[in-house]
């Protein structure tokens, strides 16, 4: 067995980064931390031309939450991302290449310490035996183990989609396509025709077309959009000191986008007809069947978003099946369902382990966004670090 570590993080997007944050706030040391690329997830990788639907304010309150943020924030030269965010309007929405700038600049300050070491690769195989996590890992054709008390687990997740079934010759644009307007557009012809499928009502749904619209109103005239949804938009209303629909709700540009355009009345009244065509799904019918699926050209799915797969993980060598899995959204840990016991030493958080919340008006909601695994991390960590003592 290789390296003894106190804690192991995998994944460094924003919930990764957060917990090595408040593990590190919690003094302990040393960390193993593992990522493939350390560039802060799919927030950087995917999302830099997505428009927040946080506002500034809360980027900021993020970085600063805790001291080893703030060790990095009062070392690093100005400008910075930091700073950067410090001179917007902190009542307002930005791009989320800021925050992702800011995450970055977080992420190489933490892989700077000699308290953290960081492994480039993957954990492929996590065992529980003689009290802690034994763990494999690789990185190109190359192998390591290592051990860990704590296995914490930031693993992210991923754009769901349904495979439409043949025959069919409609194209699939990835979800990260759809919101990254540089990629769309060199992803449709500007000359031929074209209908767009987009399938949902989510904030995600909203951008996609906005996207497609600026397209087809600009450099894309022969772009038509077929938008199928069953449900009404939802928006995030403010209500004082706490926000109805905060998780669920339309934010930011794409909530004044869709009350002037999509909404039926401006819809309608508007020049949005023309080149968005409402499809009503009935309760319980998949896009799937609907006819007018089939008269489109490429479809965007924007159906929620799936966890990503987790290492193999075993305890005393006996599997333990992803399925048996039940993460408990208030502590973080988790327990087998085969048989209720929780699973030692084993935490999770981040979009694919979030939170749940309730509001004031008995919402249940997933808490997602940077802010909100922060301030998640911060209550739960000081909980899973007392079995190190």
Same mark, same amino acid.
């Given at each position: ?7 192991t ?41 997505? /428009? $927040? ?19 990095? %924030? ?12 410090e ?55 190359n192998?390591?183990?290592?051990? $860990? ?9 991923? /754009?769901? $989609?349904?495979?439409v /079934? ?16 540089t990629?769309l ?10 209908? %767009? ?20 109103? $600009? ?12 449900? /009404? ?42 080149? %968005? ?18 008269r ?28 048996s ?6 502590s ?58």
């Amino acid at each position: 067995m290789g390296s003894r570590f106190a804690a192991t993080v995998i994944g460094a997007g924003p919930s990764g980064l957060a917990a090595v944050g408040n593990l590190l706030a919690q003094r302990v040391s040393p960390l193993l931390w593992v990522d493939p690329l350390f560039s802060s997830g799919r927030l950087n990788q995917s999302y830099r031309e997505v /428009p $927040s639907n946080t506002k500034v304010k809360l980027f900021l309150d993020f970085a600063q939450a805790v001291k080893p943020f703030q060790d990095i %924030i009062d070392t690093t030269p100005s400008p910075n991302p930091v700073t950067h965010l410090e001179q917007l309007d902190q009542n307002q929405h930005c791009t989320i290449a800021d925050a992702a700038d800011m995450c970055r600049m977080l992420t190489d300050g933490l892989l700077k310490r000699d308290d953290v070491t960081a492994v480039f690769g993957n954990v492929n195989a996590a065992n529980w035996a003689d009290g802690c996590w034994q763990l494999g890992t690789t990185h190109n054709s190359n192998s390591s183990h290592y051990s $860990s008390h704590l296995l914490v687990l930031c693993t992210g997740s991923q /754009p769901k $989609s349904i495979k439409v /079934p043949p025959p069919t010759s409609i194209k699939d644009i990835h979800l990260d396509i759809a919101l990254t307007p540089t990629k769309l557009q060199t992803t449709i012809s500007p000359s031929e025709p074209a209908t %767009i499928a987009v399938i949902g009502s989510s904030h995600s749904a909203v951008l996609a077309l906005l996207n497609l619209y600026t397209l087809a109103t $600009s450099s894309h005239p022969e772009l038509r959009i077929k938008w199928f949804s069953r449900s /009404p938009l939802l928006y995030a209303v403010p209500k004082g000191d706490w926000i109805l629909y905060d998780n669920t709700g339309l934010k930011g540009l794409a909530a004044t986008w869709a009350r002037s355009h999509l909404e039926d009345d401006s819809r309608q009244s508007g020049n949005t007809a023309r080149y %968005i065509e409402k499809v009503e799904l009935p309760e319980g019918e998949s896009f799937i069947t609907s006819p007018a699926l089939s008269r489109c050209t490429h479809v965007v799915q924007a159906i929620g978003y799936a966890p990503n797969p987790l290492p193999s993980l075993t305890l005393n060598h006996a599997p333990l099946p992803t399925s048996s899995l039940v993460h408990d959204a208030h502590s973080g840990a988790f327990s087998d369902n085969r048989h209720g016991h929780t699973v030692p030493g084993l935490y999770g958080a981040g979009i694919a382990w979030p939170e749940t919340v309730t509001d004031p008006e008995g919402n249940v909601e997933s808490a997602v966004g940077l802010y909100k695994f922060m301030k998640y991390l911060r209550r739960v960590v000081p909980e899973w670090t007392k079995t190190l003592n």
